[in-house]
């Protein structure tokens, strides 16, 4: 039966490298941790009818928290149980968290369940997300700066302090600027183009609630985006809510103590920083 998942499609190295992450989660956390995990994720997103913790633990109140709000998750209540597995856990938690709700959504806007996904061999470097991270940002199908739209409203979402504080050279060379961005956070009532407008309404589906992408959205999504490029939105807002893992450990200052910075993707598909971007 062939593959329905329309990622190995159009982005068939992503889609590789997110089959190897899942792996990795499956090898590397004990079985228990990762189905709690699993489970406090898909019931807080609403997929699963609500239980109560039969005890509490630690786990499924991290995971819990990192679906609602990473900014206030607690890590020190997770090393009784986790040790020294603190930074593959958490890498886990955006796997298993953003993996089911990229799932969802692309569900929703092909008409197909995606979220059943093959036995797949791990990384060769377990849970390092980088792979992924480069292979999606090399995809080239959506505009400048729809991506770079897309990208500033996970990182006001998430407040990622260094996320918020870069700004793509390419999207400035189509046209971004601080004027068009300041929009970003009520788009919904904002004289942006119509086509940023349903990308910025499937972002927020995705880091907020799946379930609300509704069908007229859907049916604006597929009269203005190509299948290729719709898969390559909800694989950015992937790539781009890594920062969530930063987030946690608060390792996400910005890397200027005041302004803005440049950024480009380079040819291998790594965030290449360039010079101040002094604002106002």
């Keep these: 039966m062939p593959n329905s998942d329309p990622r190995a499609i159009h982005a068939p190295q992503a889609y590789d490298l997110l089959c190897a992450l899942d792996a990795d989660v499956e090898a590397m956390l004990p079985a228990g941790v990762a189905r709690l995990a699993r489970q406090r994720v898909a019931m807080t997103l609403g997929m699963q009818p609500w239980q109560p913790p039969s005890a509490p633990d630690p786990v499924g109140d991290f995971a819990e928290q990192f679906v609602v709000d990473v900014t206030g998750v607690d890590l020190t209540s997770l090393v009784p149980r986790i040790g020294d597995d603190l930074v593959p856990f958490v890498k886990s938690m955006w796997v298993i968290d953003l993996g089911l709700r990229s799932d969802l959504v692309l569900s929703r ?88 407008k349903v990308a910025l309404r499937i972002t927020e589906a995705i880091i907020i609630r799946p379930d609300d992408l509704g069908a007229a959205t859907v049916e604006r999504a597929r ?58």
């Design 109 to 196: 806007l092909f008409g197909a369940d995606v979220r059943s996904r093959p036995p797949h061999a791990g990384s060769a470097e377990p849970l390092s997300f980088d792979p992924f991270l480069r292979a999606v940002a090399l995809l080239t199908g959506l505009d400048p700066l729809t991506t770079e739209l897309v990208r500033l409203r996970v990182a006001r979402h998430h407040n990622c302090r260094l996320c918020k504080s870069l700004r793509t050279r390419a999207a400035m060379q189509a046209g971004g600027d601080e004027a068009v961005y300041d929009k970003i956070d009520s788009f919904a009532d904002s004289d942006l183009a119509e086509r940023h």
């Design 223 to 280: 009269e203005m985006f190509t299948d290729a490029q719709l898969v390559e939105l909800v694989l950015d807002v992937m790539r781009n809510s890594a920062n969530k893992v930063a987030v946690a450990f608060g390792a996400d200052a910005p890397n200027v103590e005041a302004g803005l910075q440049v950024y480009d993707i380079g040819p291998d598909g790594d965030m290449v920083m360039g010079e101040p971007l002094p604002v106002g």
